[in-house]
């Protein structure tokens, strides 16, 4: 039987204009990894950024099968160089998997090392612990816990409502763990907090302000869970609206204001950019019509495949074409029991969303399915897509932009093997970097 080594290096040889870093940055993402016990952090007094957790699970096991590194989180990522493949510098979002052949360890020289199959095949970098996760709140929150930031510390995550009202199994898309992922932290005593309130946030940020004295952190996201009533007695754009407008009113400019939410209709939507949000991410999840209605109940139940798409392109009225940014999750129109079976026809319905949307000026983006274990579809494809279809992906993604003359969607960092800092998707790793 062929090992992962052959087939990454067969995929790298049949699609040279990937770069290498993508092919096994897209594997260690569809994947997990493994880490040594050596490999592990100090969680938030040690020297190394620990992973936050900051809105999905993204592990392949639940937290009390992970051993020891459930009591000692791994690192939130990890960067790549060298190795036989001379990778360039390549950021990857950390995903777990104890029986992964990836595993990150020590070599005989007490290198830290990324080993596939046994082999090193890169040098492997922790993130340095920022200067602002070593102070707390007021009342004893951590900045980790309140305002996590991710993307070698470029995107202050908040995630302001950590569970999703789309409940259940009619309701949750089916490769979504948050509100298990909100189950097992809690179980385990971990602080998580369900509802962050707005001064909270805006005191992590204050610390971050402070000590990110390189302005490291250029972004902040807004999400959570999706409302369909209401938290705290307001419905979703003035939920997530009023920490922008309470973070625009404080830190007038200092970040990118994104918020995830779902695809609302224009009034909302103007009311976000009227907030101070600048970049709208209404995530479509997955193309086809079948399998979104199968795999986004929710979504299909309390607004529809076509009235999202609609709001989709009416929202770029408001903030302009390259500032909707809708994410779809990569792989899992492969997703057994109902997704496509060959790679070339989930390619062919996934690049006709592309051409939809690129074609009127937004930029999709996308992030790596992980199988999480304890989602349907992660039960029933443990495994998740073929890295074949992640690969060819990545081809037909620049191809489309490069078809429709754009280039890579702003709020997302340097683009380019070598300086992306996108972590959860090699996409940025594989468009051209602004000065080449
Ligand atoms: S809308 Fe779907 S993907 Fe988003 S949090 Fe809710 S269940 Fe998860």
Same mark, same amino acid.
């Given at each position: ?41 100090? =969680? ?21 099968? $992970?051993?020891?590194? &459930? ?67 007021? =009342? ?14 470029? $995107?202050?995550? +908040? ?30 005593? @971990? ?13 992590? $940020? ?43 009113? @404080? ?12 695809? /609302? ?23 086809? !019509? ?8 929710? !979504? ?35 997703? &057994? ?39 349907? +579809?992660?039960?029933? =494809? ?11 992906? $990545?081809?037909?993604?620049? &191809? ?30 594989? /468009? ?5």
């Amino acid at each position: 039987m062929a090992s992962r080594t052959d087939l990454v290096e067969e995929l790298m040889s049949r699609h040279p204009q990937v770069p290498r870093e993508a092919v096994i940055k897209e594997d260690l993402l569809r994947g997990g990894l493994a880490f040594d016990d050596a490999a592990l952090t100090d =969680n938030e007094n040690g020297n190394v950024k620990p992973k936050s957790y900051f809105i999905f699970s993204f592990d392949h096991r639940t937290l009390p099968e $992970l051993g020891t590194a &459930a009591l000692r989180r791994p690192p939130e990522e990890i960067v790549l160089t060298g190795g036989p493949y001379e990778l360039r510098r390549t950021v990857v979002s950390v995903r777990t998997n104890p029986s992964s052949p990836y595993r990150v360890g020590t070599d005989s020289d007490g290198r830290l090392r990324l080993f596939l199959d046994g082999r090193a095949i890169a040098d492997v970098g922790l993130p340095p612990m920022p200067a602002y996760y070593r102070h707390t709140l007021a =009342n004893g929150k951590s900045v980790m816990e309140v305002a996590p930031t991710i993307q070698w510390g470029y $995107l202050i995550y +908040l995630t302001a409502f950590r569970v999703c009202q789309y409940f259940g199994a009619k309701e949750e898309c089916q490769y979504c763990d948050i509100n298990h992922n909100w189950r097992q932290h809690k179980q385990a005593g @971990r602080p998580y907090t369900g509802v962050k309130p707005v001064d909270e946030v805006l005191e992590a $940020l204050e610390i971050i302000d402070r000590y990110d004295t390189e302005h490291a952190s250029q972004a902040y996201t807004l999400t959570g869970g999706s409302i369909t009533s209401q938290v705290n007695g307001l419905a979703e754009a003035d939920f997530y609206g009023r920490y922008a407008q309470a973070i625009e009113e @404080r830190f007038p400019g200092r970040w990118i204001g994104k918020v995830v939410a779902q695809a /609302l209709p224009r009034a909302d939507v103007q009311r976000f950019h009227d907030y101070g949000i600048r970049i709208y991410h209404p995530n479509y999840e997955v193309w086809d !019509k079948r399998l979104f209605e199968l795999y986004c109940p929710g !979504k299909e139940r309390y607004v529809g495949r076509e009235e999202w798409h609609r709001r989709i392109l009416d929202s770029a009225e408001v903030f302009g074409p390259r500032n909707v940014i809708p994410n779809f999750v990569a792989g899992v129109e492969m997703a &057994a029991p109902h997704g496509f079976t060959s790679v070339g026809e989930a390619i062919d319905s996934t690049t006709e969303g592309l051409e939809y949307f690129m074609s009127r000026g937004i930029t999709p983006r996308f992030t790596t399915w992980c199988p999480e274990p304890t989602t349907p +579809l992660g039960r029933t =494809n443990p495994e998740g897509a073929p890295l074949e279809y992640h690969v060819r992906l $990545l081809e037909a993604y620049r &191809a489309t932009m490069d078809a429709h003359g754009l280039s890579s969607p702003p709020g997302y960092g340097p683009a380019g093997p070598g300086r992306a800092v996108f972590s959860v998707s090699s996409f940025m790793d594989t /468009l051209p970097s602004a000065d080449s």
